[in-house]
């Protein structure tokens, strides 16, 4: 995938655990033009949301220590303002995807996915949300 | 006694009673009226002789008359006749048999009959015909007649009696007998064989007493019993089955479930590191990668599936724990071999660890490879609680009063302790439930695989024993493990 440069670049907010794992998303998105904000666990999502830097898209992983990425979607259930949320998971079984789809997930994504899956499910989050410059 | 035997004797006693009074007073009566018979005999006979008397006496003189009176006494051979004078100086060869005070209606010319005994013991019936000489002296005519004959016929009724009774008594003892074993004996061996049966669980026999009787009647509630028994032990037999049944499903669930936790989990573990492996490969494949991004993503490649290797050498010694190589280990020993290998970690995490070795050796049959895994697991667990440094305690103890949990099936009476405490966090109730479950961790990725525990509790199980947990938030917890302890012979 190319590196495309834009005077505005989307924003990313990545919450994952796993260190190898988050490195690689960081440095791909970044690779996509994308500029990505990185945390660590949940709490530490929660906080940069409460904060009220204008991400573009969250992309989570949903088993994280301290508060759970689905507890985070959820808590954003009446946020008006909400940002699309794309999960990730390795729990691929349906009652996890039914409840960050009623928590209003935007995508869903098993692990392990393939990058360009990543990075194509990343652009039409974006393009679906209007609010949102393209990178 | 048997009970038979009980109411015969008890029925022959009342007809012996009641018979005995009856023959008694008959013969009584018999008595009565021979001694009456007797006594109209004697008095007849006096009757007449007291006309001849009056007669030959007035005629002839007092001479003729006694000796008429000794005439007839010839005459009547059972009966004596004599002549005798009421009056106490009369000569002894005319005085009364009995003394002249019982004769004194004699005096208002009334007859006198009475029963007398001889010097000898013999009884005689004796009859006073009153006789007035000369206008003033009272002479009597006395009759008196052997009641040998009655004494005879009173001997004769009694053994007639006695041999009634003897023959009843005989014949009442052998009817009993025979119906007894036939009413009661029998029916009542029948009952107790039908008991005992039941007794010892036996409910396939079917009781049938004929007849209407109280007997039957048992029988026939013992019947219904038994029925009823066998009813209650088919159901709580059907109800026994079910349950089974549904333990065994529920075991199947719970297999499923825990197949369910370990793929998840092992879904979640090498997800990861897959997803990594397979994102970095991408990129070392795709155009324009600086020479030092190849490089990283190489190695990281290479961490990847290290820490895979790790997950799946851990999943292995979890699914295909080794048997376990058991021999007498002492506690103590465990307790003390394990302290320098938590040295590091001890200075890292500023831990003081203290031993508390028990007074005397415990002795345990143990693989002691496996034991001191299961410690140095739970040791470095406390120390890993332990962010702010504190005191991790190892304590090796006897219990004797412990009793094992319902999961853990033993008889073992004594068992052996090795407690770890720290000071740590500590575990919240929703986590405790789950610390044994395999691939369960609250600690950071790459920190644990959640199999450490549960390895743990698997080869203490193993060795019959099993883990307790007490944990307060803040405070730290204390993991026990529990073992049984070696018999006496097996000590060294």
């Known amino acids: 995938m190319e590196a495309v440069c834009l005077d505005t670049h989307p924003h990313i907010l990545l919450a994952e655990d796993d260190e190898a794992l988050r490195d690689l998303l960081d440095f791909t998105l970044t690779r996509a033009g994308y500029l990505v904000s990185c945390c660590t666990n949940g709490l530490d999502l929660l906080e940069r949301l409460a904060e009220g830097d204008p991400f573009d898209l969250v992309i989570t992983d949903l088993r994280m220590p301290a508060l759970t990425g689905l507890e985070v979607l959820e808590s954003q259930l009446d946020n008006q303002q909400s940002v699309p949320f794309i999960c990730m998971t390795a729990f691929g079984d349906r009652k996890t995807h039914e409840q960050a789809e009623l928590f209003g997930a935007a995508a869903i994504i098993d692990k392990p996915f393939d990058l360009d899956e990543m990075i194509e499910l990343v652009r039409t989050t974006s393009l679906r949300n209007p609010h949102q410059a393209k990178p | ?492």
């Open chain 2, 1 to 492: 006694m048997r009970l038979t035997v009980k109411i015969t004797v008890a029925v022959l006693l009342g007809i012996a009673l009641i018979f005995s009074i009856f023959s008694y007073y008959s013969i009584q009566r018999e008595r009565e009226q021979l001694k009456t018979s007797l006594s109209r005999e004697a008095r007849h006979l006096g009757e007449s002789l007291r006309v001849m008397v009056t007669e030959i006496w007035q005629q002839r003189g007092e001479r003729e008359a006694l000796a008429f009176l000794q005439r007839a006494n010839q005459v009547h051979g059972e009966t004596l006749v004599r002549w005798v004078w009421v009056e106490k100086e009369a000569p002894e060869k005319y005085l009364p048999r009995v003394p002249i005070d019982q004769l004194d209606d004699l005096y208002d010319e009334e007859t006198v009959a009475l029963l007398a005994a001889s010097a000898e013991g013999r009884d005689y019936l004796l009859t006073y015909l009153p006789l007035v000489i000369d206008g003033h002296r009272i002479g009597a005519i006395e009759l008196s007649e052997s009641m040998d004959e009655m004494h005879d016929y009173v001997e004769e009724s009694l053994r007639r009696s006695a041999m009634v009774i003897g023959a009843m008594v005989i014949s009442s003892l052998l009817l009993m007998g025979v119906l007894g074993s036939l009413w009661v004996n029998r029916p009542m061996r029948r009952l107790r064989a039908q008991a005992e049966r039941i007794g010892t669980g036996d409910f396939s026999t079917s009781l049938n007493l004929s007849g209407g009787d109280e007997l039957a009647d048992l029988g026939n509630t013992i019947e219904r019993m038994r029925a009823q028994l066998a009813e209650a032990r088919e159901a709580e037999q059907a109800a026994n089955q079910a349950k089974i049944e549904a333990l065994e499903k529920l075991r199947h669930t719970e297999r499923l479930a825990t197949l369910g936790k370990l793929s998840a989990g092992m879904a979640h573990e090498l997800g990861t590191p897959l997803n990594v492996i397979s994102g970095r490969a991408k990129l070392i494949n795709s155009a324009n990668l600086p020479a030092e991004d190849v490089t990283r993503s190489a190695k990281i490649i290479g961490e990847q599936v290290e820490r895979m290797t790790n997950i799946m050498r851990q999943l292995l010694s979890f699914a295909r724990r080794g048997e376990a190589r058991k021999q007498q280990v002492e506690l103590n020993t465990v307790l003390r071999s394990v302290t320098p290998l938590l040295e590091p970690s001890r200075k890292e995490k500023k831990v003081e660890v203290i031993l508390h070795e028990a007074k005397q050796p415990l002795y345990v049959s143990a693989d002691p490879g496996q034991l001191q895994q299961v410690l140095l697991n739970l040791a470095l667990n406390g120390i890993q609680a332990m962010n702010d440094g504190g005191r991790l305690e190892l304590e090796a103890c006897s219990e004797r009063e412990v009793k094992p949990p319902e999961t853990v099936n033993s008889t073992v009476e004594s068992w052996y302790s090795l407690l770890i405490r720290d000071q740590g966090s500590g575990i919240n109730t929703e986590d405790l439930a789950h610390i044994f479950d395999p691939f369960f961790t609250t600690k950071e990725v790459g920190q644990g695989t959640g199999l450490g525990l549960s390895i743990a509790y698997g080869i203490i199980e193993e060795h019959g024993g099993w883990i307790n947990v007490e944990s307060s938030l803040g405070k730290g917890s204390c993991f026990t493990v529990y073992l049984p302890a070696a018999e006496a012979g097996e000590n060294q």
